[in-house]
């Protein structure tokens, strides 16, 4: 059964585009109280379902693919650059599928403005109105306003006008950001990308017995089952070790691992794939909020997306792209790494930021324990016990010492030398991601 929160969001997703919502709307249709309404309405707009602007409401929006993440409607542009809608909500909800900086002549302008553009654009009415005869919204910079006969036309076209306190620079600068942040969201894996549905794979039921299991790891060869109640709620997990010198006739429910852990379809790859490793578990069931099973993950799934994910092209540039741009490896046997601190690697003072510092360190430890043949590794914990500031644009040499590895983990010891001069140590554990 869902709760009254999933109904309330299956119910969001219902409602056509464009529609409006509210609190009081959903808890009088749903016959929930308001604050139940509330929080889900703000878990939509989490999922990017909704939309809610100052003054205007909550918009249903069309929910995005990751592959079509970077394209953003114009309610979030509202949001994005605290804007104010002066006409044309009701087309809020629309997509926008490129924008255009209205700082040329009109006819020029023109040129390149057509139906589904964004104008951002100073207090120009000729080109408000020549825009959305084009089929272009308006975004208008400066905190100006525009004439009531270009608010009616707006209205009547169903195409937003929006008018930003902010300049036209400051204005692209923030939608350039906003886009640029969803395609490093967009290139995040999550369990939900790589997960085997509840229809593709199998589970057992408190009832089946240790018989059926036999029955079912002949048939699959899988080495582990969730196990789920009629209402298919996940209640415990089952493996070959689990069943070794039990009778075939006892339930599988008195010999399953109770509690289990389960991971979400928002948990990231990479964190679910730690957790499986830390765990020392291969199968992991995913389940909703109410517990109810969706489906599965294997180690195997895990690893091989993660190794996928490494090979592709990335869009947007973290600060761990950054940090790995700036490596290059002198070492043949011995890994030793020469790194630039860049400006954007420091704090207020100009000094590379700890951030910064570690994920350097963790990256180096990483590639040496590549080099080494033992795979992916994950950092578990680290201690700088010795720095000196470091400057921007100074030249950096890492060399990592291995000092323990086992068959799980890696103890490894960092110097860190500015020409000549020790400038840190720390020293990390990873976790080895082997199969």
């Known amino acids: 059964m869902s709760t009254k929160h999933e109904k309330i969001l299956q119910y969001i997703e219902s409602l056509p585009v464009g529609d409006k919502?509210?609190?009081?709307?959903?808890?009088?249709?749903?016959?929930?109280?308001?604050?139940?309404?509330?929080?889900?309405?703000?878990?939509?707009?989490?999922?990017?379902?909704?939309?809610?602007?100052?003054?205007?409401?909550?918009?249903?929006?069309?929910k995005k693919k990751k592959e079509n993440i970077e394209r953003l409607t114009f309610a979030e542009i509202v949001n994005i650059v605290d804007g104010q809608v002066l006409g044309g909500k009701d087309g809020l909800h629309k997509?926008?599928?490129?924008?255009?900086?209205g700082a040329m002549q009109l006819d020029d302008m023109m040129r390149y403005t057509d139906a589904g553009s964004?104008?951002?654009v100073g207090n120009r009415f000729k080109a408000h109105e020549n825009a959305l005869k084009a089929g272009?919204?308006?975004?208008?910079?400066?905190?100006?306003?525009?004439?009531?006969?270009?608010?009616?036309?707006?209205?009547?076209?169903?195409?937003?006008?929006?008018?930003?306190?902010?300049?036209?620079?400051?204005?692209?600068?923030?939608?350039?950001?906003?886009?640029?942040?969803?395609?490093?969201?967009k290139d995040i894996l999550l369990i939900e990308d790589i997960y085997v549905p509840i229809e593709e794979t199998y589970s057992l039921k408190t009832t089946d017995t240790i018989a059926d299991f036999?029955?079912?790891?002949?048939?699959?060869?899988?080495?582990?089952?969730?196990?789920v109640t009629a209402t298919n709620k996940l209640i415990?997990?089952?493996?070959?070790?689990?069943?070794?010198?039990?009778?075939?006739?006892?339930?599988?429910?008195k010999v399953m691992t109770k509690n289990p852990i389960s991971g979400s379809m928002k948990t990231s790859v990479a964190a679910a794939g730690h957790r499986m490793i830390w765990e020392g578990i291969d199968l992991?069931?995913?389940?909703?909020?109410?517990?109810?099973?969706?489906?599965?993950?294997?180690?195997?799934?895990?690893?091989k997306a993660l190794q996928h994910a490494q090979r592709q092209p990335q869009h947007g540039e973290?600060?761990?792209?950054?940090v790995k741009s700036e490596m290059k490896v002198m070492g043949e046997d011995d890994v030793v790494v020469e790194f630039t601190v860049t400006p954007q690697m420091t704090n207020q003072y100009g000094a590379i930021s700890y951030g910064a510092f570690t994920t350097l360190l963790s990256e180096v430890g990483s590639f040496a324990l590549k080099r080494r043949k033992r795979g992916d590794a994950v950092a578990e914990n680290m201690t700088i016990y010795f720095i000196k500031p470091v400057q921007m644009e100074s030249v950096l040499t890492v060399v990592p010492h291995i000092l323990d590895m086992s068959r799980k983990f890696v103890k490894m010891d960092f110097d860190v030398f500015n020409e000549t001069v020790l400038v840190g140590k720390a020293m990390m554990m990873f976790q080895l991601l082997e199969r």
Do not use: C, W
Not at 145 to 170: G, H, M, Q, R, V
């Open 118 to 120: 964004l104008l951002i």
């Open 95 to 101: 997509t926008l599928g490129k924008f255009v900086i």
């Open 214 to 227: 036999h029955k079912l790891n002949l048939q699959t060869t899988h080495g582990a089952y969730p196990i």
């Open 318 to 322: 973290t600060i761990d792209d950054l």
């Open 21 to 62: 919502i509210s609190v009081r709307q959903i808890a009088k249709e749903m016959q929930v109280s308001e604050g139940t309404a509330y929080r889900a309405i703000k878990e939509a707009e989490n999922r990017r379902l909704v939309s809610s602007i100052e003054r205007v409401g909550t918009i249903r929006i069309e």
């Open 136 to 185: 272009a919204a308006v975004l208008i910079t400066g905190g100006f306003d525009t004439t009531e006969e270009n608010k009616l036309l707006a209205d009547e076209l169903e195409l937003p006008i929006i008018s930003s306190s902010y300049d036209t620079f400051t204005v692209a600068t923030m939608i350039n950001r906003a886009i640029y942040d969803q395609l490093i969201k």
């Open 236 to 253: 415990g997990m089952i493996s070959v070790k689990d069943v070794i010198g039990k009778e075939d006739s006892e339930t599988v429910d």
């Open 284 to 303: 992991l069931p995913i389940v909703n909020d109410d517990g109810i099973l969706q489906g599965v993950i294997s180690r195997q799934d895990v690893l």
